[in-house]
Structure formats: structure tokens, C-alpha cells
């Protein structure tokens, strides 16, 4: 599975969004990008996923770049429960497990 | 709530020890992994079970072993436990065909 990158970590004020990036240059063309996060010591939750079109869900948004070289999760509207680590995670499609980088370190400032 | 359950929440034994972590994957869930969560390694994937089959398995250390029952639960059995294996333990799981994990809570293991 591709390796990605992720910035260690950001701030973004409440209420505004909070656009989170991801390289991934080496991703294969039958990789998928996926979204996690982990508020505090729960269990990492899943956000979204997707292989080359841009998808939104009830939780967020996800860009990925036409190369596919590089991604952006974005949170419209960021709550101070959005507080978490994000993690970036590159993956064939049944591939066996998912690796988890150190993610990026989101705060929601009030 | 994830639909995953992890059992015990909290665990503290001593080192040399063995305890057993237990998780019940969500309803239909053919797939369980396992992994560990220290302070300084992150997440680690441990070992994936697919229908009662070892699929994968990671950086999971032969003191450590799991299986899944018929029923789908699992277990992760730690042996000879050492100071260094306090983590939290998590479990996930996942339908055949859809892709997304779902967690449990996790165990937080303390190695005294």
C-alpha cells in the first residue's frame, strides 16, 4: 500500500473549515483514499473514502486531485468536537489491513 | 456507538502474566483486526481474521496469538507479558464487501 504524508498537526478556529491535506505520490491506480479519526483514546472512526471522484457525506468532503497525487478532507464547519488526529490511509480495495500513519493533530480553537 | 464490543475495558497484571482480550465484532461482520496503540509506535496492526481464517497478520509478537470462533467473536491472547506491552488494544471489523472498519472502544492493558 502507497505510503502517505500528512503535516503533524494544524488549528483551525470554530466554525470555520478545516481543510486537512495528504500526499500521497505514489498511490497506485486501484488504490483508495480513506479517512479516519481518532477523538482522544476512542476508537478511530471512519470519516470517508474514495478513488478518484470527490465525495461528501454527512461528515465531510474529500478532494482528491485529478493525478491523485494528493487529497484534502474538508470539514465545513468545524465544532470543537472535531478535535481529533486525522489519519490518511491509502489501500486497494479488499487489501488486507490498514496502516495508520502518525496523522495529523487537529485542534478547533474556540 | 461502533456496534464492536471490547471486554475489559481496563486490564492490570503483572508482568509474566497472560490475559486474554475479548471482542464481538458487529452484527454480519465476517472480519476482525486487532491493534495495538502505545504512546510512541501509534497504531499497529496486529492480525486479521476473516470467517474464523487467519487473513494477515502484522508486527504481532509470537508471545501473542488470536483466533476467531465460529460465532465471529475473537479473542487476543498475551503471554509472558512485559512492561513494554501496556497499550490500548483495539478491535475492528468489517463486512465482507463493504470497507470500512468499525472500532471497538479498546482494552487498556496495564503491565505492572
Known amino acids: 500500500d502507497a505510503k502517505t504524508t500528512q503535516p503533524p498537526s494544524m488549528d483551525c478556529a470554530e466554525g470555520r473549515a478545516a481543510n486537512l491535506p495528504c500526499n500521497h505520490s505514489t498511490i497506485s491506480g486501484n488504490e483508495y483514499v480513506y479517512w479516519y479519526r481518532q477523538i482522544h483514546s476512542q476508537g478511530p472512526q471512519y470519516i470517508i473514502h474514495g478513488l478518484k471522484n470527490n465525495e461528501t457525506n454527512e461528515m465531510a468532503s474529500l478532494i482528491i486531485t485529478e493525478d491523485r497525487k494528493s487529497s484534502t478532507l474538508i470539514l465545513p464547519h468545524a465544532t470543537l468536537r472535531d478535535t481529533a488526529v486525522y489519519y490518511c490511509i491509502v489501500r486497494v480495495l479488499g487489501g488486507q489491513n490498514f496502516v495508520f500513519g502518525p496523522g495529523t493533530r487537529l485542534s478547533v480553537l474556540p | 456507538d461502533s456496534g464492536v464490543t471490547q471486554t475489559p475495558k481496563h486490564l492490570i497484571t503483572a508482568t509474566g502474566q497472560r490475559v486474554t482480550l475479548r471482542c464481538s465484532p458487529r452484527s454480519g461482520d465476517l472480519s476482525v483486526y486487532w491493534y495495538q496503540q502505545s504512546l510512541d509506535q501509534g497504531l499497529q496492526f496486529l492480525i486479521q481474521?476473516?470467517?474464523?481464517?487467519?487473513?494477515a497478520k502484522g508486527n504481532i509478537l509470537e508471545r501473542f496469538s488470536a483466533q476467531q470462533f465460529p460465532d465471529l467473536h475473537s479473542e487476543l491472547n498475551l503471554s509472558s507479558l512485559e512492561l513494554g506491552d501496556s497499550a490500548l488494544y483495539f478491535c475492528?471489523?468489517?463486512?465482507?464487501?463493504?470497507?470500512?472498519?468499525?472500532f471497538g472502544s479498546g482494552t487498556q492493558l496495564s503491565v505492572l
Open positions: 475492528a471489523s468489517s463486512a465482507a464487501t463493504n470497507e470500512k472498519l468499525f
Open positions: 481474521y476473516y470467517n474464523g481464517e487467519e487473513r
